[in-house]
């Protein structure tokens, strides 16, 4: 247990003041020390409270570091967590302080806790009329007039706290909180908080990432998801993203004390923290001196107020009345310290160059202030474009394709009435319902403003203070550890482009992908370069706008619920019978049933002696089934087969193959006719949906003339096929109606009966080569059939197999299996089914390339069987097969490959189905596989291996 | 911080002080590169050093090497399943072998080896398939089992109670990746220094054409008359044969990729996966590279929609669980050139003295030594090196197509 510190271990907590609750103390531990802060406070105002100044090193040089900024924009202060829970790397300016809270700083690399993370994370969809993001000032206000007029807002901030940024200057509460409550009354308003809008996608598609227990800390309940991710498409947004203060690049910028000014002013209003005991401020622009005065207030002396600007107007005046040194015209140019911040050296600036005597000011905290900039990253990602404008020294949007307006100070605007005013403005429109003045009236009366002074200097540019030295620690970006001489060295080597720049320096790549460094990178370059700002512009900005967890994207979609897994209505069959299961696709399908002491080979070798020479079972239900219905539907079909299926009668089945324009095979299967204008499509269980794909394309983009619908009932149907010579047998008794002669229910014929009491169709069709029938029914009876057929087979030794069994059946039939005897580069006649090509059939899908000089080669690669002469030998899956013995060296000439191979009890001796070039013409000849380092002798063999005549069709 | 550690970022390469020169073009070339990525620029370093033809101007609309080049995950690997793909990827990979002095750059070439995960009895055949083929091609190949997988890289989850459990993968130790600004500065550099000119912002408008055959580009910053023209603008190569009036087989597709926060080193290789579609390695500043498969819809703008990127992070859990806490750090979008059958097309056009080097699609960063050589080989000779004849154009007539969908998918 840490120890309870006494209230001197908060050497910098003010008084009073702050959004923090003094009633309760945390305790949490940074870098192995034990320390304690409040709720409301982040880490790194706890640790700032506590006077903890550095937090972290520096990636390349080292150098220590302390906290800079105050939110997301923060490019130093990186830690790492391990409890309540690990995260790699954050900004300690994010971290909510929660009881128990362990960090670490870090130089610069996270390290990846280890094991699993247990928590839940999930995503939901938003739909609304107006997304605004951003609930300061102008977010409140456009916000606010939007939801008067009855639309859909969402409203997001990543803050815990509505407000933005009147909350670190301490502004106008009485307006922020009437605000909050008013929108809180909107039952169709939707107030987002802890939630980041990082990603702005086209036809305005937003993401964004909640934080929904992680200020909790160990408190946060279990069965609420830690992060959510929210899919929202919105009508209109509203970008009120606000604006990022903006560093100045002078030497030794990095210490530990060194801040941005609105940041220090920020710790004070909400967390009640004084940054140090003295202050020196360095402002390009007016925003140093409420910050100043604020800290004056609060008990920091303000050593002095350097403005870059030789005439400072009114703010200057201001705070020279409250007593604090300004002085016009200079800039500081070094600090001292070590590390942390103890001197500041401040000297004239005369165009652009420090002149006259060095004064070295004593101070632990350096406030800077160079100016701001807007924030248009969420605007970039829409494709917005973004203008330079010289009056503000910002980038400011410009335009976007999208149904986009940004408004407050991240359009480039400064005071708190343009703002409020732009913002209901927006805010009406982009709900595109009449409101009137008066609906408005509240938000458009702003809130006093305690910055507004009447009348401000203009900011002016100043991206870089030179000398003492080499500008070798004047830092531009202070993750990455870039510096002005690493810019002035890019620039050197030719490049003239920011991205190039970028690149070279690795500048704006870091944790912060350059919030603070950015547009300092391209004011210091065009410097160098002697170019306008404008002329230079800024890298692209990408999603995310701040880091999102791995975890929080992929949500739900883990385990057993990534690509869900799909079972069969005899699934508990399976399992009750210890099957032993196989993804195919995302099915699981019985792969062999193995009893008690039996290996896959033993099994699966009984299994195939059932089928052979009494009777099997086997679920066949994830077989794709496409019903295909319309008064063109014979038509389609036949541009998709390869053979003609439009001459098919009602009752009877037709094997077909599809091909692709390539005329390569895509899939086969059988094709029942069911009624004139209707035909049952069976696929393979991979290509399901490929093929119902396929055909919606064909359509869809080609045909849409034709009259044709096509839909998926794959799960409308069960299906149990019963193989083998007493198959017959065990059907007469369930179906004893149902014709059992040949001629009456002929092989590639089906019929509507029914089956153990239940309504089936029965097909006549063997993918064995024995005498074997499919039995489908609607699957909330499969299980009662299912068992029925046990029963009835019980007396001939009835036995289920798998999908290896039903393989080792066609193979030694030499039928081929679509995607394991063929790779998309195989045609119908190389598998042997020239057959059923149609010569006759003027056009269908892959004809014309039949006839293309290579596809029609005689000597591509053909399936073949392989026989090794050792009939004990099973050859790999996969081997190589090639002409000649012994090997010659590298690049051995090969000559196709295995593509199936199994033990075949009915043969008494292992096989091999393969694609061998010219295979047809070696029939008979001897050729090798390679297995490991001995070359394996088989012969080229017909690939029908077993019943040829096809004898046993009809049982 | 304990004292005395390095901090992590202290030890890594940097840049020259020297790089290119920024010419304004000349009115004349004798040959003309479309494209200033990593083939085009490749194409102006093979041309100049092992041609000896230095009057060539590289033109690039964008900032050089802004394109694929900029934006591709960076895995180098030559198991490929066809002799003919095989054959040209490893003869770039020997080329890498030998680049970082050939250059005098530092490329951070690593060969720490290429895993491609098989997490189905299909995928275990297709695997065993293409290791056979690449042992008997004479190429580095392995076929690992789920313990030899989590041997080479300890953080895959190989647990048989996952939704697509790994069964093993294949692996190529040769394999690994590079940094691609370096790879391309580096031959920039030498192309620059042998004469040649690079021209930045500078797009190709028009192609000229008289008697069948090519007299020179027109461009944004005007027009250049070239004797010979070679087109490496990738994903845009079909808008540029356009312009000379013919068509490509090509499809151009938004493709995606992302990096992480820097880590402290977990990855030690690269992995692949095609049933649990992702890949990732970790580059040498700590940051995981991770990608996936294209964005369905065929665009010319570089951005892809986001369920992509959700989907491959699920994927990646799914392979990485110790992933969880890591975080998107950015992601982009490149425009890939994609093929029938998944390989290139390099060599003759239907206009003389025209040029094709297209169609490497989501694959194209290992190749470019091997395509800059092969392609400056065809530009000065008239004629296709012998590894590029292959890959010609007329095989979409002909149908001797090199189709690597089936075994190679990930054709990353
Ligand atoms: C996200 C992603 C990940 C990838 N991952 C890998 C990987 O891991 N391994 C791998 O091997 N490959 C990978 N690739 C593929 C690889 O990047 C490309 O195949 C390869 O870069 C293409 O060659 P290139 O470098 O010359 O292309 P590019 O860099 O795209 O060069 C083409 C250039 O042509 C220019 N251009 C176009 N039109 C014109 C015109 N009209 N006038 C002038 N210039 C023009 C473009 O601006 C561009 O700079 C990936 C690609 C992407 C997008």
Known sequence: MPRQLPSSAHPFRLPTGGRIDRSRTLTFRFDGVAYTGHPGDTLASALLACGVRQVATSIKLGRARGVFGVGSEEPNALVRIEAPYAEAMVTATTVELCEGLVAFGLPGRGRLPDGPDPARYDAVYAHCDVLVVGAGPAGLAAALAAARTGARVVLADENGELGGSLLGRGAADDWGARARDELAGFPQTRVLRRTTVFGYYDDNYLLALERRTAHLGAAAPAHVSRERVWRIRAGRVVLATGAHERPIAFADNDRPGVMLASAARAYVHRFGVAPGRRAVVFTACDSGYPAALDLAAAGTEVAAIVDARPQAGLWAQRARDAGLPVRAGHAVTGTSGDPCLTSVAVRELRDGEPTGPVAVVDADTLLVSGGWNPTVHLFSQAGGTLRHDPARVAFVPRECRQAVEVVGSAAGAFTLAECVADGARAGARAANREATEADLGHVLAPPPDPDDIGGGAPPVPLWLVPGPDEPRTHFVDLQRDVTVADLRRATGAGLSGVEHLKRYTTAGTAHDQGRTSGVLTTGVAAHLLGVEVSALGTTTYRPPYTPVPFAALAGRDRGALHDPVRVTALHDQHLARDAVFENVGQWKRPWYYPLAGEDMAAAVARECRAAREGVAFMDASTLGKIDVQGADAGVFLDRLYTNMISTLKPGRIRYGVMCRADGMVLDDGTVLRTADDRFLVTTTTGNAAAVLDWMEEWLQTEWPQLRVHCASVTEQWATVALVGPRSRDVLSALAPQLPSSSDDFPFMAWRDTRVAGVAARVCRISFSGELAYEINVPPWYAPHVWEAIARAGAPYGITPYGTETMHVLRAEKGYPVVGQDTDGTVTPQDLGLGWAVSAKKRDFVGKRSHARADTARPDRKQLVALLPDDRHTLLPEGGQVVADAPLPAPPVPMLGHITSSYRSTALGRTFALALVRGGRERVGQRIYVPVGSVLVPVTVAEPVLYDPEGARRDG | ?412
């Open chain 2, 1 to 412: 911080m304990s004292a005395g550690t390095r901090p992590p970022g202290a030890d890594l390469p940097e840049h020259p002080d020297h790089l290119w020169r920024e010419p304004d073009p000349k009115r004349s070339y004798d040959v003309v590169i479309v494209g200033g990525g990593g083939h085009g620029l490749a194409t102006a370093h093979y041309l100049a050093r092992a041609h000896g033809i230095t009057n060539v101007a590289v033109l690039e609309r964008g900032w050089l090497a802004g394109g694929n080049m900029a934006r591709n995950t960076t895995i180098i690997r030559s198991n490929y399943l066809w002799d003919e793909s095989a054959a040209v990827y490893e003869f770039a990979l020997k080329l890498w072998e030998g680049l970082e002095a050939e250059l005098d750059y530092p490329l951070l070439f690593s060969q720490r080896g290429v895993l491609n995960l098989a997490h189905s009895l299909q995928d275990v055949r297709d695997s065993v398939r293409r290791v056979e083929a690449n042992r008997l091609g004479g190429i580095d190949a392995e076929w690992l089992d789920a313990d030899g997988v989590r041997e080479v890289c300890p953080i895959v989850d190989i647990s048989p109670a996952a939704r697509y459990p790994v069964l093993g993968g294949t692996y190529q130790p040769r394999a690994g990746i590079a940094k691609h600004d370096h790879v391309a500065w580096a031959l920039a550099r030498s192309a620059d220094a042998a004469g040649v000119d690079l021209i930045q912002g500078c797009e190709v408008t028009g192609i000229d054409v008289r008697g069948g055959r090519v007299t020179g580009v027109r461009t944004t910053r005007g027009s250049i008359a070239a004797g010979r023209v070679a087109l490496c603008a990738a994903g845009h190569t079909s808008v540029l044969a356009a312009m000379a009036g013919f068509e490509l087989p090509l499809q151009s597709h938004p493709l995606q990729a992302l990096v992480s926060e820097l880590l402290e080193p977990v990855h030690p290789t690269v992995v692949m996966s095609n049933a649990v579609h992702v890949y990732v390695s970790q580059a040498h500043k700590g940051e995981l590279v991770m990608g996936a498969g294209i964005d369905a819809y065929t665009a010319y703008t570089q951005r892809g929609a986001f369920h992509v990127v959700e989907r491959q992070m699920a994927a990646a859990l799914e392979l990485f669980p110790v992933f969880a806490r890591a975080h998107v750090l950015r992601t982009w979008g490149g425009i890939v050139d994609v093929t029938p059958d998944a390989s290139p097309i390099v060599g003759r056009s239907p206009v003389a003295g025209l040029y094709l080097n297209c169609g490497w699609g989501t694959g194209g960063f290992k190749a470019t030594p091997g395509a800059g050589a092969i392609l400056a080989h065809t530009v000065a000779h008239d004629e296709p090196h012998p590894l590029a004849r292959p890959f010609s154009l007329d095989r979409f007539t002909t149908g001797a197509l090199v189709d690597e969908h089936g075994a190679a998918a990930v054709a990353h």
